[in-house]
Nanobody
């Protein structure tokens, strides 16, 4: 069993930065894919970024490319999301997720087996 706990959310002005962390407990294998998703009020949960735990492959939603960076620290079993040049439309609850089997597409919530409780990010204009 894997448990994920996000932290680092908060209130920031447009143009500012935040770094989210996701501490993972349990056994994280190199085959896992770790992802960040977000959900704004009244909207579906959407893909933000993902990284393969055992390699360097990453992917990003078009809306965050060039502004957000996903990374991980294997020794600390912690996932990060560095968010720069934040916009009001980035306001959402951000979730960390783990896919045990690299189910083929990193973009779909249904492919992820474990989820954190979420952390709120609010960007003011």
């Amino acid at each position: 069993q894997v448990q994920l706990v996000e932290s680092g959310g908060g209130l920031v002005q447009a143009g500012g930065s935040l770094r989210l962390s996701c501490a993972a407990s349990g056994r994280i294998l190199s085959s896992y894919v770790m992802g960040w998703f977000r959900q704004a009020p009244g909207k579906e949960r959407e893909f933000v970024a993902a990284i393969r735990w055992g390699g360097s492959s990453t992917d990003y939603a078009d809306s965050v490319k060039g502004r957000f960076t996903i990374s991980r620290d294997n020794a600390k079993t912690t996932l990060y999301l560095q968010m720069n040049s934040l916009k009001p439309e980035d306001t959402a609850v951000y979730y960390c997720a783990a896919d045990r089997t690299d189910s083929g597409s990193w973009y779909y919530t249904r492919n992820y087996d474990y989820w954190g409780q979420g952390t709120q990010v609010t960007v003011s204009s």
